[in-house]
């Protein structure tokens, strides 16, 4: 072999050497890092198991570390092969701004989590989640907790049997009887599946989502808003709005609607309906393409419907089949007190009216124009204008009595799913 090739060998051999020497060092080094340290402890004592398993049993002021974690309780034990503790009595694990405490818990240094249980409670800057059991990943900033969990941020509380909190996001997600409270407003929204975000205070339930306002009238009367649909999302920011969307549902006093969209404005207290809606106010039912509420002091204040507009409302209790009908490209309808003021269709405007003498039928009258106008006495019509393109009707009584059908407008639907407080909450109790 020559003097190169033995320099050769030579130098290779001290490269491995330096990269295996270099290698073990940082190994030893993470190991150690990963490795859970007593701190302090008044009493003392160990012992190895007959499994080979080294443990330490520790009581009084008791404190460890592993990284940025501090972990306090006032027993412990500590297995050393697994890197795992035992915690009993006064548990704190505290890493950087997040304080997780309970009764009794388990810390495993391999996985960097805690497992606590017995009024477990954990601190971040932004929230705070109590429950009976409850699980924190100290590297992953995650929390799991279940049973009888409740989570509070500035504006919200939420309760439900399971929560997972990620800290970076600050999202939450709910699960299983969850019930997501604003007691700015007396919001409850109730579901079984939440996603709740406390940075921009926006929730998105998915799963069964119901929706209860509860609010006092000037003279001291409950008013309750009720809405269930397949998906709710709520803003709690600036817009303060509501979401339902699929299969709305909507009750509010002798207001009620069904609906494929819902918007809801809470501070406006406005709501605005798309995809096909209908609303009964009162003996009054309202359709069309779209439809906005609005409302003052919990009280219907304007209703106003666009394309395809149509109202309808019974002329007379007595006469099951006499519907008095208005319909337009746009129809607005103005209250007062919760009885019908005034009402203006605007383009393609048609009235039909069933007139009686005191109670007795008196026939029925049909009125088209570009524009209609009609005020109303006591909910009922006291006097009309029509403006533009006049046409009208009168259809005798001796008529009407054979067939008091044959008379609707073209658009004329009844429709009997009116829905109640009963239909959103079947069970009121516990809410």
């Avoid at 460890?64 to 697994?82: E, H, L, P, S, Y």
């Avoid at 929390?143 to 919200?156: E, G, L, M, W, Y």
Wanted: net charge positive.
């Amino acid at each position: 072999m020559s003097v190169r090739e033995t320099k050769e060998i030579f130098f290779t051999y001290v490269f491995v050497w330096i990269a295996v020497t270099l290698a073990i060092s940082t190994y030893g080094k993470g190991q150690e890092s990963n490795k859970i340290i007593l701190q302090n402890a008044d009493i003392f004592s160990g012992n190895r198991l007959s499994t080979g398993e080294d443990v330490r049993e520790l009581e009084g002021h008791v404190r460890f570390k592993q990284g940025n974690v501090r972990v306090w309780c006032d027993k412990a034990t500590q297995f050393i092969n697994r890197n795992e503790v035992e915690l009993i009595g006064n548990v704190r694990v505290v890493r950087d701004t997040v304080t997780l405490t309970a009764k009794h818990g388990r810390y495993f240094g391999n996985l960097h989590k805690a497992d606590c249980d017995g009024t477990v409670k954990l601190k971040t800057p932004n929230v705070t989640l109590y429950a009976d059991y409850g699980t924190y990943y100290t590297e992953a900033k995650k929390a799991f907790f279940h049973n009888k969990v409740r989570i509070v941020d500035s504006t919200t509380t939420i309760f439900s049997d399971q929560l997972t909190y990620y800290e970076n996001e600050r999202k939450s997600i709910a699960i299983s009887n969850v019930k997501i409270v604003n007691e700015s407003d007396h919001v409850r929204m109730f579901g079984d599946y939440l996603e709740h975000f406390d940075s921009t205070r926006y929730s998105k339930m998915t799963e069964h989502p119901r929706l209860m306002q509860i609010d006092t009238t000037e003279k001291g009367e409950i008013d309750t808003l009720a809405v269930k649909s397949l998906v709710m999302e709520s803003y709690d920011d600036s817009t303060k709005r509501l979401i339902a969307t699929d299969s709305v549902v909507m009750v509010r006093g002798g207001l009620a609607a069904r609906s494929g969209v819902v918007k809801y404005f809470r501070a406006d207290d406005k709501l605005n309906m798309f995809q096909t809606p209908i609303v009964w106010y009162d003996e009054n039912q309202v359709t069309g393409d779209s439809i906005f509420l609005m409302l003052r002091n919990n009280k219907l204040e304007t209703a106003s419907i666009k394309n395809r507009a149509f109202v309808l409302s019974q002329s007379d209790s007595m006469f099951k089949n006499r519907y008095n009908q208005l319909t337009g490209r746009a129809i607005t309808m103005k209250f007062k007190e919760n009885k019908l003021q005034e009402t203006y269709v605007e383009r393609n405007a048609i009235s039909l009216y069933f007139l009686f003498d005191e109670k007795t039928p008196n026939g029925v009258n049909r009125t088209s124009g570009d524009f209609i106008r009609m005020k109303f006495n006591n909910g009922k019509p006291h006097t009309i204008q029509v403006s533009k393109g006049i046409e009208g009707t009168f259809y005798p009584e001796n008529l009407v009595k054979k067939d008091e059908m044959k008379y609707n407008l073209d658009g004329f639907q009844l429709h009997s799913n009116r829905p109640s407080l009963q239909t959103v909450f079947p069970k009121l109790s516990g809410l």
